[in-house]
């Protein structure tokens, strides 16, 4: 396929057990807004929409939470992570920690790498790379 034009990754699906205990997490820790919301009874699915900017023009997460689910979701070996960039990865992950957000990889450089990350966990154990941006 040549030539990319009207071509935009719009956004990344996960699957969540929470909807509120994700949205808070999304917008507490990492500051995103719920840019749309909607519920879909006839499915009983709703679906959240989340991010630093608008749909329209933004890449973004969708949160889908099915009704009814009460156990975690199998989050497979496939998926590895996202990733959002932070200007202060050591400040961030500081006050994350003093949230009590899990922080399995403490911050610091790549062992092959310039960049400096860490990694989080969200409510259902999703991996969320922090990436350091000046």
Avoid at 24 to 31: I, K, M, V
Wanted: hydrophobic share 30%; aromatic share 10%; proline share 7%.
């Amino acid at each position: 396929m040549s030539g990319t034009d009207g071509y935009r990754f719009l956004h990344t699906m996960i699957r969540v057990k929470d909807l509120e205990k994700s949205i808070d997490f999304y917008q507490r820790h990492l500051g995103m807004d719920v840019l749309s919301r909607k519920d879909y009874p006839s499915g009983e699915f709703t679906l959240v929409f989340m991010g630093y900017g608008p749909t329209e023009t933004d890449t973004v997460i969708e949160l889908t939470h099915n009704w009814g689910q009460d156990e975690p979701y199998d989050l497979g070996s496939g998926f590895g992570h996202l990733a959002i960039g932070v200007p202060d990865i050591y400040k961030t992950c500081e006050d994350l920690e003093k949230e009590g957000v899990p922080i399995p990889r403490a911050p610091g450089p790549m062992k092959h790498g310039g960049s400096v990350i860490a990694f989080i966990e969200d409510p259902d154990g999703y991996k969320i790379e922090l990436i350091e941006r000046a």
